[in-house]
Protein backbone atom coordinates (compact mmCIF):
# COMPACT_ATOMS: atom_id res chain seq x y z
CA UNK A 1 0.00 0.00 0.00
CA UNK A 2 1.20 3.74 -0.74
CA UNK A 3 0.04 6.18 0.93
CA UNK A 4 0.16 9.65 0.38
CA UNK A 5 0.05 12.42 3.41
CA UNK A 6 -0.75 16.24 2.92
CA UNK A 7 1.92 17.92 5.36
CA UNK A 8 1.67 21.24 3.21
CA UNK A 9 2.61 23.85 5.96
CA UNK A 10 4.88 21.10 7.94
CA UNK A 11 8.32 22.75 7.33
CA UNK A 12 6.83 26.53 7.68
CA UNK A 13 8.85 28.11 10.93
CA UNK A 14 5.83 28.87 12.64
CA UNK A 15 3.71 25.71 12.96
CA UNK A 16 0.17 25.83 14.59
CA UNK A 17 -1.97 22.93 15.44
CA UNK A 18 -3.12 21.11 12.71
CA UNK A 19 0.81 21.20 11.66
CA UNK A 20 1.66 19.94 15.24
CA UNK A 21 -1.03 17.59 14.60
CA UNK A 22 0.22 16.13 11.21
CA UNK A 23 4.06 16.23 12.05
CA UNK A 24 3.19 14.03 14.84
CA UNK A 25 1.12 11.62 13.15
CA UNK A 26 4.27 11.15 10.43
CA UNK A 27 7.04 10.81 12.42
CA UNK A 28 4.96 8.16 15.07
CA UNK A 29 4.66 6.38 11.97
CA UNK A 30 7.96 6.06 10.95
CA UNK A 31 8.33 4.66 14.38
CA UNK A 32 5.89 1.68 13.93
CA UNK A 33 5.15 1.25 10.00
CA UNK A 34 8.42 -0.29 7.94
CA UNK A 35 6.05 -2.21 5.63
CA UNK A 36 3.82 0.60 3.64
CA UNK A 37 5.03 3.34 1.88
CA UNK A 38 4.64 6.75 2.33
CA UNK A 39 4.99 10.29 0.41
CA UNK A 40 4.42 12.86 2.49
CA UNK A 41 3.90 16.09 0.36
CA UNK A 42 5.12 19.31 1.77
CA UNK A 43 5.31 22.91 0.31
CA UNK A 44 9.43 24.29 0.48
CA UNK A 45 10.30 26.40 3.65
CA UNK A 46 12.66 26.64 5.91
CA UNK A 47 11.75 24.46 9.05
CA UNK A 48 12.94 20.89 7.17
CA UNK A 49 11.74 19.08 10.26
CA UNK A 50 10.67 15.79 8.86
CA UNK A 51 13.81 13.71 7.20
CA UNK A 52 12.93 10.16 4.56
CA UNK A 53 13.80 6.91 6.13
CA UNK A 54 13.48 3.71 4.22
CA UNK A 55 10.01 3.35 3.18
CA UNK A 56 9.03 7.17 3.38
CA UNK A 57 9.85 9.52 0.90
CA UNK A 58 9.47 13.38 0.79
CA UNK A 59 7.87 15.52 -1.99
CA UNK A 60 8.19 18.93 -2.16
CA UNK A 61 5.75 20.89 -4.65
CA UNK A 62 5.86 24.17 -5.37
CA UNK A 63 2.50 25.48 -6.39
CA UNK A 64 1.78 29.63 -4.98
CA UNK A 65 -1.30 29.85 -2.88
CA UNK A 66 -2.77 26.99 -0.80
CA UNK A 67 -5.72 26.69 -3.19
CA UNK A 68 -3.71 26.26 -6.40
CA UNK A 69 -1.32 23.83 -4.16
CA UNK A 70 -4.07 21.99 -2.75
CA UNK A 71 -6.47 21.90 -5.70
CA UNK A 72 -4.19 21.22 -8.30
CA UNK A 73 -0.10 20.51 -7.49
CA UNK A 74 -1.13 18.32 -4.85
CA UNK A 75 -3.62 15.58 -6.53
CA UNK A 76 -1.54 15.57 -9.47
CA UNK A 77 1.69 14.84 -7.28
CA UNK A 78 -0.45 11.99 -5.89
CA UNK A 79 -1.33 10.41 -9.26
CA UNK A 80 2.18 10.78 -10.91
CA UNK A 81 3.51 8.94 -7.17
CA UNK A 82 0.72 6.21 -7.62
CA UNK A 83 -0.18 6.78 -4.49
CA UNK A 84 -3.18 4.38 -3.37
CA UNK A 85 -4.38 6.56 -0.71
CA UNK A 86 -4.07 10.29 -0.26
CA UNK A 87 -4.66 11.71 3.60
CA UNK A 88 -5.21 15.33 3.70
CA UNK A 89 -4.57 16.74 7.15
CA UNK A 90 -5.96 19.68 7.48
CA UNK A 91 -9.37 20.31 6.83
CA UNK A 92 -9.61 20.37 3.02
CA UNK A 93 -8.74 18.47 0.74
CA UNK A 94 -8.68 18.37 -3.25
CA UNK A 95 -12.34 18.62 -4.84
CA UNK A 96 -11.66 16.02 -7.67
CA UNK A 97 -9.03 14.19 -6.42
CA UNK A 98 -8.47 10.79 -8.57
CA UNK A 99 -6.84 9.39 -5.78
CA UNK A 100 -9.22 7.90 -2.67
CA UNK A 101 -9.42 10.30 0.01
CA UNK A 102 -8.96 10.09 3.74
CA UNK A 103 -9.64 13.53 5.27
CA UNK A 104 -8.91 14.51 9.14
CA UNK A 105 -11.80 17.34 9.90
CA UNK A 106 -10.40 18.52 12.79
CA UNK A 107 -13.99 20.73 13.39
CA UNK A 108 -16.59 22.22 11.29
CA UNK A 109 -16.46 26.06 12.59
CA UNK A 110 -16.71 27.38 9.94
CA UNK A 111 -20.02 25.76 8.57
CA UNK A 112 -22.24 26.05 11.86
CA UNK A 113 -24.16 28.97 12.22
CA UNK A 114 -22.84 30.59 15.02
CA UNK A 115 -22.31 34.63 14.81
CA UNK A 116 -19.02 35.16 16.34
CA UNK A 117 -17.41 32.76 14.64
CA UNK A 118 -18.75 34.49 10.58
CA UNK A 119 -18.32 38.66 12.45
CA UNK A 120 -15.25 38.36 14.53
CA UNK A 121 -11.14 37.48 13.10
CA UNK A 122 -8.82 38.99 10.86
CA UNK A 123 -9.20 39.04 7.33
CA UNK A 124 -7.04 36.31 6.45
CA UNK A 125 -8.59 34.15 8.77
CA UNK A 126 -12.23 34.64 6.98
CA UNK A 127 -10.74 34.31 3.88
CA UNK A 128 -9.79 30.78 5.26
CA UNK A 129 -13.21 30.00 6.73
CA UNK A 130 -14.69 31.22 2.95
CA UNK A 131 -12.79 28.67 1.41
CA UNK A 132 -12.97 25.88 3.64
CA UNK A 133 -17.11 26.06 3.40
CA UNK A 134 -16.90 25.76 -0.47
CA UNK A 135 -14.45 23.00 -0.49
CA UNK A 136 -15.30 20.72 2.76
CA UNK A 137 -18.82 20.05 1.64
CA UNK A 138 -18.46 18.23 -1.65
CA UNK A 139 -14.59 16.84 -0.24
CA UNK A 140 -16.78 15.10 2.37
CA UNK A 141 -18.72 13.45 0.21
CA UNK A 142 -16.21 11.87 -1.79
CA UNK A 143 -13.90 10.47 1.11
CA UNK A 144 -13.31 7.27 1.85
CA UNK A 145 -13.21 7.55 5.43
CA UNK A 146 -13.45 10.97 7.60
CA UNK A 147 -11.51 10.99 10.61
CA UNK A 148 -11.90 14.21 13.49
CA UNK A 149 -10.48 14.19 16.97
CA UNK A 150 -12.91 13.97 19.22
CA UNK A 151 -16.30 11.95 20.02
CA UNK A 152 -17.89 15.84 20.35
CA UNK A 153 -16.67 16.27 17.16
CA UNK A 154 -17.71 13.47 15.17
CA UNK A 155 -21.04 13.74 16.61
CA UNK A 156 -21.53 17.47 15.22
CA UNK A 157 -20.06 16.67 11.82
CA UNK A 158 -22.72 13.16 11.84
CA UNK A 159 -25.33 16.02 13.05
CA UNK A 160 -24.63 18.41 10.24
CA UNK A 161 -23.80 16.25 6.89
CA UNK A 162 -26.80 13.62 7.97
CA UNK A 163 -24.66 10.59 7.40
CA UNK A 164 -24.13 7.71 8.85
CA UNK A 165 -21.39 7.47 12.03
CA UNK A 166 -19.76 4.39 10.10
CA UNK A 167 -17.89 7.26 7.72
CA UNK A 168 -16.41 8.56 10.83
CA UNK A 169 -13.73 7.87 12.78
CA UNK A 170 -13.04 9.80 16.33
CA UNK A 171 -9.12 9.05 16.94
CA UNK A 172 -7.69 11.83 20.05
CA UNK A 173 -4.94 13.78 19.46
CA UNK A 174 -1.68 12.61 21.76
CA UNK A 175 0.70 15.15 24.05
CA UNK A 176 4.23 15.39 23.00
CA UNK A 177 7.00 13.52 25.47
CA UNK A 178 9.02 16.34 25.60
CA UNK A 179 6.07 17.95 28.02
CA UNK A 180 6.80 16.79 31.41
CA UNK A 181 7.90 18.50 34.87
CA UNK A 182 11.13 20.25 33.81
CA UNK A 183 13.71 19.96 36.93
CA UNK A 184 16.53 21.77 35.23
CA UNK A 185 16.71 24.86 37.02
CA UNK A 186 19.05 26.73 34.30
CA UNK A 187 16.74 25.46 31.63
CA UNK A 188 13.91 27.43 33.52
CA UNK A 189 16.03 30.14 33.30
CA UNK A 190 16.99 30.01 30.41
CA UNK A 191 13.69 30.31 28.88
CA UNK A 192 12.24 33.21 31.52
CA UNK A 193 15.16 35.45 30.48
CA UNK A 194 14.27 34.75 26.79
CA UNK A 195 10.90 35.64 26.48
CA UNK A 196 11.71 38.27 29.59
CA UNK A 197 8.89 36.35 31.99
CA UNK A 198 8.51 36.95 35.61
CA UNK A 199 8.53 34.74 38.59
CA UNK A 200 5.20 34.75 39.18
CA UNK A 201 2.60 34.39 36.35
CA UNK A 202 -1.03 33.53 34.35
CA UNK A 203 -0.32 31.77 31.14
CA UNK A 204 -2.99 31.98 28.33
CA UNK A 205 -2.54 30.90 24.99
CA UNK A 206 -4.81 33.56 22.81
CA UNK A 207 -4.55 34.61 19.33
CA UNK A 208 -7.02 36.52 17.58
CA UNK A 209 -9.44 33.39 16.45
CA UNK A 210 -12.69 34.14 17.68
CA UNK A 211 -12.97 31.12 19.48
CA UNK A 212 -9.96 31.64 22.07
CA UNK A 213 -12.39 33.97 24.26
CA UNK A 214 -9.59 36.22 24.00
CA UNK A 215 -12.00 39.42 25.08
CA UNK A 216 -13.70 37.33 27.65
CA UNK A 217 -10.24 36.40 29.31
CA UNK A 218 -9.24 39.71 29.28
CA UNK A 219 -12.17 40.59 31.05
CA UNK A 220 -12.03 38.18 33.66
CA UNK A 221 -8.21 38.96 34.22
CA UNK A 222 -8.96 42.73 34.85
CA UNK A 223 -11.43 41.86 37.36
CA UNK A 224 -9.33 39.79 39.02
CA UNK A 225 -6.63 42.68 38.56
CA UNK A 226 -8.88 44.85 41.05
CA UNK A 227 -9.42 42.73 43.53
CA UNK A 228 -5.51 40.93 44.22
CA UNK A 229 -3.36 43.09 46.37
CA UNK A 230 -0.02 41.28 44.81
CA UNK A 231 -0.63 41.79 41.51
CA UNK A 232 0.43 38.64 38.93
CA UNK A 233 0.72 39.35 34.82
CA UNK A 234 -0.84 37.69 32.16
CA UNK A 235 1.54 35.69 29.75
CA UNK A 236 -0.03 35.78 26.39
CA UNK A 237 1.47 33.95 23.28
CA UNK A 238 1.34 34.71 19.50
CA UNK A 239 -0.80 37.86 19.56
CA UNK A 240 1.20 40.83 18.79
CA UNK A 241 0.65 44.51 20.34
CA UNK A 242 -1.69 46.14 17.45
CA UNK A 243 -4.60 43.02 18.09
CA UNK A 244 -4.51 43.54 22.02
CA UNK A 245 -4.65 47.19 22.02
CA UNK A 246 -7.39 46.68 19.63
CA UNK A 247 -9.45 43.79 21.82
CA UNK A 248 -8.44 46.16 25.43
CA UNK A 249 -10.51 49.12 23.39
CA UNK A 250 -13.61 46.49 22.95
CA UNK A 251 -13.33 46.03 26.30
CA UNK A 252 -12.89 49.50 27.42
CA UNK A 253 -10.11 48.72 29.64
CA UNK A 254 -6.73 49.77 28.14
CA UNK A 255 -4.99 50.29 31.15
CA UNK A 256 -4.94 46.41 31.68
CA UNK A 257 -1.65 46.54 29.27
CA UNK A 258 0.73 46.81 32.03
CA UNK A 259 -0.27 44.05 33.89
CA UNK A 260 0.17 41.81 30.63
CA UNK A 261 3.54 40.61 28.75
CA UNK A 262 3.22 39.88 25.01
CA UNK A 263 6.07 36.89 24.54
CA UNK A 264 5.20 36.93 20.54
CA UNK A 265 5.27 33.56 18.92
CA UNK A 266 6.86 30.83 20.79
CA UNK A 267 8.84 27.51 19.39
CA UNK A 268 7.30 24.46 20.15
CA UNK A 269 10.51 23.33 21.96
CA UNK A 270 10.28 26.31 24.66
CA UNK A 271 6.41 25.72 25.53
CA UNK A 272 6.83 22.53 27.76
CA UNK A 273 9.00 25.55 30.04
CA UNK A 274 6.57 28.38 30.11
CA UNK A 275 3.76 25.81 31.17
CA UNK A 276 6.23 24.79 34.04
CA UNK A 277 7.10 28.15 35.07
CA UNK A 278 2.96 29.33 35.15
CA UNK A 279 1.15 29.54 38.09
CA UNK A 280 -1.91 28.16 36.28
CA UNK A 281 -3.25 27.65 32.41
CA UNK A 282 -6.01 29.49 31.22
CA UNK A 283 -8.03 27.59 28.03
CA UNK A 284 -11.75 28.96 28.50
CA UNK A 285 -11.98 28.65 24.59
CA UNK A 286 -15.83 28.97 23.22
CA UNK A 287 -15.49 25.83 21.34
CA UNK A 288 -12.80 23.67 20.79
CA UNK A 289 -12.73 20.07 18.42
CA UNK A 290 -9.88 18.93 20.92
CA UNK A 291 -7.37 20.89 22.83
CA UNK A 292 -3.75 19.75 23.42
CA UNK A 293 -3.02 22.89 24.82
CA UNK A 294 -4.86 21.07 27.90
CA UNK A 295 -3.41 17.88 28.32
CA UNK A 296 0.39 19.86 27.28
CA UNK A 297 -0.47 21.92 30.81
CA UNK A 298 -1.51 18.59 32.50
CA UNK A 299 1.72 17.20 31.39
CA UNK A 300 3.86 19.67 32.60
CA UNK A 301 2.06 19.65 36.57
CA UNK A 302 0.24 22.94 35.59
CA UNK A 303 -3.37 23.55 36.51
CA UNK A 304 -5.42 23.99 34.12
CA UNK A 305 -8.85 26.07 33.72
CA UNK A 306 -10.84 25.13 31.09
CA UNK A 307 -14.35 25.45 29.49
CA UNK A 308 -18.04 23.40 30.13
CA UNK A 309 -18.18 23.40 26.30
CA UNK A 310 -17.54 21.28 22.83
CA UNK A 311 -15.06 18.60 23.18
CA UNK A 312 -12.77 19.90 26.78
CA UNK A 313 -14.62 18.16 29.40
CA UNK A 314 -13.88 15.01 27.53
CA UNK A 315 -10.19 15.61 27.04
CA UNK A 316 -9.88 17.49 30.58
CA UNK A 317 -12.14 15.06 32.27
CA UNK A 318 -12.09 15.83 35.96
CA UNK A 319 -8.45 17.04 35.99
CA UNK A 320 -9.83 20.64 35.07
CA UNK A 321 -11.57 23.03 36.67
CA UNK A 322 -13.92 23.72 34.63
CA UNK A 323 -16.17 26.87 33.63
CA UNK A 324 -18.27 28.55 31.97
CA UNK A 325 -16.46 30.63 28.82
CA UNK A 326 -19.43 33.06 28.54
CA UNK A 327 -18.81 33.89 31.95
CA UNK A 328 -16.24 36.53 32.48
CA UNK A 329 -17.13 36.69 36.44
CA UNK A 330 -16.72 32.70 36.84
CA UNK A 331 -13.39 32.67 35.15
CA UNK A 332 -12.01 35.12 37.16
CA UNK A 333 -13.41 33.24 40.55
CA UNK A 334 -12.04 29.86 39.26
CA UNK A 335 -8.74 31.71 38.96
CA UNK A 336 -8.79 33.02 42.67
CA UNK A 337 -9.57 30.01 43.69
CA UNK A 338 -6.60 28.30 42.51
CA UNK A 339 -4.06 31.07 43.34
CA UNK A 340 -5.37 30.41 47.15
CA UNK A 341 -6.01 27.44 47.95
CA UNK A 342 -3.39 25.13 47.33
CA UNK A 343 -4.85 21.78 48.36
CA UNK A 344 -7.07 22.16 45.54
CA UNK A 345 -4.44 23.04 42.95
CA UNK A 346 -2.43 20.03 44.15
CA UNK A 347 -5.14 17.86 43.46
CA UNK A 348 -5.79 19.12 39.82
CA UNK A 349 -2.15 18.88 39.35
CA UNK A 350 -2.08 15.02 40.31
CA UNK A 351 -4.92 14.37 38.31
CA UNK A 352 -3.87 15.99 35.31
CA UNK A 353 -0.70 13.77 35.04
CA UNK A 354 -3.03 10.77 35.02
CA UNK A 355 -5.34 12.48 32.34
CA UNK A 356 -2.54 13.08 30.31
CA UNK A 357 -1.27 9.66 30.46
CA UNK A 358 -4.30 8.37 28.50
CA UNK A 359 -3.10 10.29 25.26
CA UNK A 360 -0.55 9.59 23.41
CA UNK A 361 0.44 10.44 19.59
CA UNK A 362 1.69 6.55 19.30
CA UNK A 363 -2.25 5.31 20.18
CA UNK A 364 -2.93 7.97 17.48
CA UNK A 365 -0.95 6.76 14.68
CA UNK A 366 -1.75 3.08 14.96
CA UNK A 367 -5.70 3.93 15.24
CA UNK A 368 -4.88 6.06 11.99
CA UNK A 369 -2.60 3.20 10.30
CA UNK A 370 -5.62 1.15 10.82
CA UNK A 371 -7.99 3.29 9.19
CA UNK A 372 -5.84 3.52 5.75
CA UNK A 373 -5.70 -0.68 6.31
CA UNK A 374 -9.77 -0.66 5.98
CA UNK A 375 -10.12 1.94 3.53
CA UNK A 376 -7.50 -0.09 1.17
CA UNK A 377 -9.06 -3.44 2.00
CA UNK A 378 -12.22 -1.92 0.70
CA UNK A 379 -10.25 -0.09 -2.74
CA UNK A 380 -9.43 -3.99 -3.08
CA UNK A 381 -12.41 -5.61 -2.70
CA UNK A 382 -14.45 -3.09 -4.81
CA UNK A 383 -12.25 -3.60 -8.13
Not at 98 to 110: G, Q
Not at 135 to 155: D, G
Request: with cysteine; glycine share 6%.
Amino acid sequence: MKIGIEGQRLFRVRKHGMDMVALELIRNLQKIDHENEYVIFVSPDEDKCLRETGNFKIRELAGGAYPWWEQFALPKAARKEGCDILHCTSNTAPVNSKTPLVITLHDIIYLESLGIFKKAGTWYQKLGNLYRRLVVPPVVKRSKKIITVSHYEKHRIADFFGFKNSKLEAVYNGVGEKFKKIHNENLLDEIKNKYHLPERFIFFLGNTDPKKNTPGVLKAFSALIKELDKKIPLVLLDFDEDDLDRVLDDINDPDLKEHIILTGYVINKDLPAIYNLSELFLYPSLRESFGIPILEAMSCGTPVITSNTSSMPEVAGDAGMIVDPYDPPQIKEAILRLLNDNKLKENLISKGYEQAAKFSWANMARDVLNIYKSVYQGIQQNK
